[in-house]
């Protein structure tokens, strides 16, 4: 069965420290992998996307992710987080091909602290 | 990038009414889009899966008689929450796959707050 795990429901960091939101999944085919940020009262946007290739991805606002085929998990990270990327982070799992849809975590809360 | 716009983005309705949200791709065509509803502090669940042209497929448990989805064009989608009650208050989110690519890249609109009183 697909699911997406994400451990961690709330995480508090201080600004300029870094971040790790940790991202597990079970996937019966190849996974295709993403992060998406959702700020208050506001819809999704993509943060990066895995398919294939070279395992550390890089995505907008100085997000990365890396794809642990072993560990099954694509962890998201950021070197030095701003007070703006206090939102909520969902990673998500799919096909790459097909009308599928994306199977969700249960998101994780980032507050930054100044 | 791909853009997705929902409208309208807040809406307030009285118990026994009807309301429709709109998902338009605005800068590719979408043979499919989705539909979420978020429940506060939960993570998005898939109501429904519309296919251009076609009904739409709906999840367990989601009533398509009061969900009614119409995906007429290959950039609009229409959700309308029939004779609404409060307990449908709740945050609806629409995504939609760019048409022909193999990739499943997906994009999601801004959401649509629905406030049922």
């Known amino acids: 069965a697909q699911s997406v795990t994400q451990p961690d429901i709330h995480i508090t960091v201080s600004e300029g420290a870094s971040l790790e939101l940790r991202c597990n999944y079970s996937?019966?085919?190849?996974?295709?992998l993403f992060w998406y940020v959702q700020s208050p009262g506001q819809g999704l946007q993509l943060l990066l996307k895995?398919?294939?290739?070279?395992?550390l991805v890089q995505g907008i606002k100085g997000f990365e992710a890396e794809f642990k085929r072993s560990q099954s998990s694509f962890n998201l990270r950021k070197p030095s987080v701003h007070w703006s990327d206090a939102a909520e982070y969902f990673c998500a799992v799919g096909a790459e091909t097909g009308a599928n849809n994306l199977f969700f975590g249960t998101g994780t809360r980032l507050t930054v602290i100044p | 990038g791909a853009v997705v716009s929902q409208h309208p983005s807040r809406v307030i309705c009285k118990s026994g009414t009807s309301v429709k949200i709109e998902c338009r791709s605005l800068d590719f065509q979408a043979t499919t889009m989705f539909w979420y509803r978020q429940f506060p502090k939960q993570s998005l669940m898939l109501m429904a899966t519309s296919n251009e042209g076609s009904k739409a497929t709906y999840e367990q448990g989601v009533e398509k008689d009061k969900f009614l989805i119409n995906h007429a064009s290959l950039t609009l989608s229409t959700l309308t929450v029939t004779s609404a009650h409060p307990e449908d208050s709740s945050f609806y989110i629409c995504?939609?796959?760019?048409?022909?690519?193999?990739?499943?890249?997906?994009?999601f609109g801004e959401g649509s707050w629905l406030t049922v009183v």
């Open positions: 895995y398919f294939s290739g070279d395992t």
């Open positions: 995504s939609a796959r760019v048409s022909g690519t193999t990739r499943n890249t997906i994009y």
């Open positions: 996937y019966g085919a190849t996974p295709y």
